[in-house]
């Protein structure tokens, strides 16, 4: 199965985003090809850019806040479901992950504690003419000399300040993927529309396909319907409606 997400609103989207940026990094440190560095350089400073907002924090603190409040208020009224997530198991991981970020000081425009090696590369990456060795001796004399090892021990010393955002987005994305209303649903010629309560928020998409149908969902919402076209790709790479009937699964999340 293949699962495609479609946030509701910013706040989600923004999560989504900052696990997707850190799953990339985490890939990139794996790969053992040459030149992975620039790869690695290139998110590094995406992710800086994403985590370094002054409002995430606040924001990532209260939500931690009203979720651990929520799960609380589970384990007291022993309204646990089956298959839902154990609260007892959740709140332990929601303080953590407080804890971190309260004691993380990332101010915005985050510069790495003026480590100039990592601005001038940041500045270099931006240019026009990117990350040269021949415009930068000091980046070919670290990329020549560091072993592979040692190159990924840099990053990771680098990246360990801002792990908390991951860790705090990883919750909160747990916690919203677990509180779904789950459906099986058939689209009739490769469409499908859904009503939705306007009386409720809601925060995510989720539409699980089969791989082999080798399709794409395109979703839209407003606050009463949710409208879903399915389309593929040509081998020209064109966008090309499905009009097939077919199953896939359908869920609303909320936090």
Same mark, same amino acid.
């Given at each position: 199965?293949?699962?495609?997400?479609?946030?509701?609103?910013?706040?989600?989207?923004?999560?989504?985003?900052?696990?997707?940026?850190?799953? *990339?990094?985490?890939?990139?440190? !794996?790969?053992?090809?040459?030149?992975?560095?620039?790869?690695?350089?290139?998110?590094?400073?995406? #992710?800086?850019?994403?985590?370094?907002?002054?409002?995430?924090?606040?924001?990532?603190?209260?939500?931690?806040?009203?979720?651990?409040?929520?799960?609380?208020?589970?384990?007291?009224?022993?309204?646990?479901?089956?298959?839902?997530?154990?609260?007892?198991?959740?709140?332990?991981?929601?303080?953590?992950?407080?804890?971190?970020?309260?004691?993380?000081?990332?101010?915005?425009?985050?510069?790495?504690?003026?480590?100039?090696?990592?601005?001038?590369?940041?500045?270099?990456?931006?240019?026009?003419?990117?990350?040269?060795?021949?415009?930068?001796?000091?980046?070919?004399?670290?990329?020549?000399?560091?072993?592979?090892?040692?190159?990924?021990?840099?990053?990771?010393?680098?990246?360990?300040?801002?792990?908390?955002? *991951?860790?705090?987005?990883? #919750?909160?994305?747990?916690?919203?993927?677990?509180?779904?209303?789950?459906?099986?649903? *058939?689209?009739?010629?490769?469409?499908?529309?859904?009503?939705?309560?306007?009386?409720?928020?809601?925060?995510?998409?989720?539409?699980?396909?089969?791989?082999?149908?080798?399709?794409?969902?395109?979703?839209?919402?407003?606050?009463?319907?949710?409208?879903?076209?399915?389309?593929?790709?040509?081998?020209?790479?064109? !966008?090309?409606?499905?009009?097939?009937?077919?199953?896939?699964?359908?869920?609303?999340?909320?936090?």
């Amino acid at each position: 199965m293949i699962t495609f997400e479609f946030p509701l609103n910013e706040r989600i989207r923004r999560l989504l985003r900052i696990e997707e940026i850190y799953q *990339k990094f985490e890939h990139q440190l !794996k790969n053992t090809h040459d030149y992975f560095e620039f790869g690695c350089f290139n998110t590094l400073f995406e #992710i800086v850019q994403l985590v370094s907002r002054s409002d995430l924090k606040i924001d990532f603190l209260q939500e931690l806040e009203r979720q651990e409040k929520k799960q609380s208020t589970l384990i007291e009224s022993q309204t646990l479901k089956e298959g839902q997530l154990n609260p007892k198991e959740i709140i332990p991981m929601i303080q953590v992950a407080r804890k971190k970020l309260e004691n993380i000081d990332v101010k915005p425009g985050f510069n790495f504690n003026n480590n100039l090696f990592l601005e001038e590369v940041k500045k270099r990456i931006s240019s026009p003419g990117g990350l040269l060795d021949v415009d930068f001796p000091n980046f070919r004399n670290w990329a020549t000399h560091k072993t592979r090892k040692s190159k990924l021990e840099d990053f990771k010393s680098w990246t360990q300040p801002l792990m908390v955002f *991951k860790d705090a987005a990883s #919750i909160i994305l747990l916690i919203l993927r677990n509180q779904c209303h789950v459906e099986s649903i *058939k689209a009739k010629e490769g469409k499908h529309q859904q009503t939705i309560d306007p009386l409720k928020t809601f925060d995510l998409i989720r539409l699980e396909l089969e791989k082999t149908l080798n399709i794409y969902p395109e979703i839209s919402a407003n606050k009463y319907t949710v409208n879903v076209f399915f389309n593929q790709l040509s081998e020209e790479l064109k !966008k090309e409606p499905v009009k097939l009937n077919l199953e896939f699964k359908y869920s609303i999340c909320w936090l």
